[in-house]
């Protein structure tokens, strides 16, 4: 399996570890998507650091709102309807941080992701995680964990899914992975960096990079 190389640099230390993890990976200079932007603090970090031409969608109108009012260039809409608008090859980065577990069509949304971009950054809760697998069993109830800390009824999870399932639906609709890691909310990454199932057990967020096969 793929791995990933260079050591993490933690930077912009008010944003979410996976976004700073995200930012690490895209180069100087390019064009990047973030669908599900939020508060636009990816894009406004790449635009500051980066000199990138980064734009985003917000479901959130509040948080759209609220980016625009800080000269982000984002735009209400969502990933499952508003991606099929953008032209191919429009973006060298598509960003999906925390989101693939709550739209609609997850193998369609990467596949658009893919389509406007040279390469898709997914960033999701690992539901393998041996925290998430106790709790279900012991308790018989939908766990809360540190990375994902809200009760059933509150979260928007439809798809929740693990490593081993993101790294089968890739194999399976030929996208290459070209970087992936897992994480703790510390950022720790051995020892599970260089096996996909100890990964799978240990780590509580996963990010993956890809391309077409």
């Not at 980064?54 to 499952?80: F, K, N, P």
């Not at 909310?185 to 260089?194: M, N, T, Y």
Request: net charge negative; glycine share 8%; hydrophobic share 45%.
């Amino acid at each position: 399996m793929p791995d990933t190389h260079a050591p993490v640099r933690y930077v912009a230390k008010n944003m979410r570890l996976d976004l700073r993890l995200i930012a690490e990976m895209i180069a100087p200079g390019t064009r990047v998507l973030d669908i599900g932007c939020g508060d636009g603090a990816l894009l406004e970090h790449l635009e500051r650091e980066k000199n990138a031409d980064a734009r985003g969608i917000e479901i959130d109108m509040d948080q759209a709102t609220a980016a625009v009012a800080q000269g982000l260039a984002v735009i209400h809409g969502d990933a499952d309807n508003d991606l099929a608008f953008y032209p191919d090859g429009a973006f060298d980065y598509v960003v999906l941080s925390r989101t693939l577990h709550a739209v609609e069509r997850p193998r369609e949304v990467l596949r658009q992701m893919l389509r406007i971009g040279r390469h898709a950054i997914v960033s999701f809760p690992n539901f393998g995680h041996w925290e998430v697998r106790m709790k279900l069993l012991l308790t018989g109830r939908m766990p809360m964990t540190e990375t994902w800390g809200r009760p059933w009824h509150e979260t928007p999870n439809i798809h929740p899914c693990t490593i081993l399932d993101f790294f089968d639906l890739c194999a399976g609709d030929g996208y290459r992975v070209e970087q992936w890691l897992a994480v703790d909310e510390r950022g720790l990454r051995a020892p599970w960096k260089r096996s996909v199932r100890l990964a799978n057990l240990f780590g509580e967020q996963a990010l993956f990079m890809l391309t077409k096969g």
